[in-house]
Nanobody, 124 residues
Framework: QVLLVESGGGLVQAGGSLRLSCAAS????????MGWFRQAPGKGREFVAT????????VYSDSVKDRFTISRDNVKNTVYLQMNNLKPEDTAVYYC?????????????????WGQGTQVTVSS
């Protein structure tokens, strides 16, 4: 079992930036695809980005493409989400997750370890 802990959320004005971190413990996730999802109030969980192993290939949702960047540091057992040019519609609880396999996907069903989430609030 992998324990994932997100950090870096907070309140930011529109146009600002935040960097989320997700630290894994319990076992290494170096061979797993990793993903970020988010859930806004009253809405379902939404795919944000994923990064695969061993290719480090990335996929983004259309809503965050060209603004967000996912990366991973397998030595530190940490995955990151750099969020730039934030918009009020990015307000949500952000979750990181470890996929069952090396390939990262946009489907939450393909992930079997989830963090507790970190709140991101973007004011207009």
């Amino acid at each position: 079992q992998v324990l994932l802990v997100e950090s870096g959320g907070g309140l930011v004005q529109a146009g600002g930036s935040l960097r989320l971190s997700c630290a894994a413990s319990g076992r290494t996730f170096s061979r797993n695809g990793m993903g970020w999802f988010r859930q806004a109030p009253g809405k379902g969980r939404e795919f944000v980005a994923t990064i695969a192993w061993p290719t480090f290939a990335t996929v983004y949702s259309d809503s965050v493409k060209d603004r967000f960047t996912i990366s991973r540091d397998n030595v530190k057992n940490t995955v990151y989400l750099q969020m730039n040019n934030l918009k009020p519609e990015d307000t949500a609880v952000y979750y990181c997750a470890a996929a069952k396999y090396g390939t990262g996907t946009s489907r939450s069903i393909d992930y079997n370890n989830w963090g507790q989430g970190t709140q991101v609030t973007v004011s207009s």
